[in-house]
Structure formats: C-alpha cells, structure tokens
C-alpha cells in the first residue's frame, strides 16, 4: 500500500513534447520526447532541474494525451515539437509507486480512495515523474515513480 500526503508545491517551467497516441505507443513517445527536449534545453544553454515526467491532461481513453519532458530552470524557447509548458503549483497530493508501470493502476486506485477519504477533490490533470532509470535498473520491481495529482 502507498502512503499519500497533501502538499503544497511551487509552479515549475518544463520543456515538453505533447501526443495523443494508443497506450502502447507511450514508451516510444517518450523516448522521443526526452531526447528532443534535452537536445533543446542544451541548445539554449537551460538546465534541467527534475526528473523526467509525463503529464496527463485527462483520463484516457481510446488514446491518452501527454506531454512528456523534464523541468528546466527558465522557459524554453519552442525549437521543433518542443514547447514550453508549466506545472501547476498549490496544493497536491503525492504519492510514490514502486514496482513496474504495467501495475501503476494499483497505486492510482489507491490514490483516488485515499482522497475521497479524506475529503479531497481531485483536479484535473496529474503527473508522473519517472525516478528510476531503466536503463540503470532494469528490475522493474525497484522502480519508482512519483505520482503528483492536484487538488481542486
């Protein structure tokens, strides 16, 4: 079981890559998402200042909407399918998964009967910053991913 807590957090400049793709398509969006921001935020000599993230906008559907990158310490200048987007601040609830994503489900049921719990509305749009490197471990039971979901 994860623990939740409220929190209140400041906005954060990001550099992002947005899609409306299939759930399967997610990884590879990503993977191009990452790489471009990084190649634009060093072209613009910026400086990362967070862990990679996905931001959804709505629930998904037949298709999930995304936008994909990383928090960067000015606003980015758009360069190609990168553009500049902010994380909103105020009050959150944050909660951190471990285990694999095909089982991040789990965690947001948990979340969103942890909030009715308390009383606490969810607002629309929540992200999900990716903490692990799979690349550096690739046991997907180590992983860990910080949920962050405002409230309304």
């Given at each position: 079981?994860?623990?939740?807590?409220?929190?209140?957090?400041a906005p954060q400049h990001t550099a992002v890559v947005r899609a409306d793709v299939p759930v399967a398509e997610l990884p590879a969006v990503f993977a191009r998402a990452f790489h471009e921001v990084m190649r634009a935020v060093a072209a613009q000599s910026?400086?990362?200042?967070?862990?990679?993230?996905?931001?959804y906008p709505r629930?998904?559907?037949?298709?999930v909407?995304?936008?994909?990158?990383?928090?960067?310490s000015a606003p980015v200048a758009a360069d190609g399918d990168v553009t500049a987007m902010e994380l909103p601040g105020g009050r959150v609830i944050t909660g951190i998964h471990i285990g694999s994503f095909d089982e991040m489900e789990r965690t947001y049921r948990e979340l969103t009967e942890w909030a009715a719990s308390q009383g606490l509305q969810l607002a629309e749009g929540m992200w999900e910053s990716y903490l692990t490197d799979p690349s550096v471990h690739p046991d997907p039971a180590t992983w860990r991913t910080l949920i962050t979901w405002p409230v309304a």
């Open positions: 079981m994860t623990t939740f807590s409220v929190e209140t957090i910026l400086t990362v200042t967070g862990p990679p993230f996905g931001f629930m998904p559907t037949a298709t909407e995304v936008a994909a990158g990383f928090p960067v």
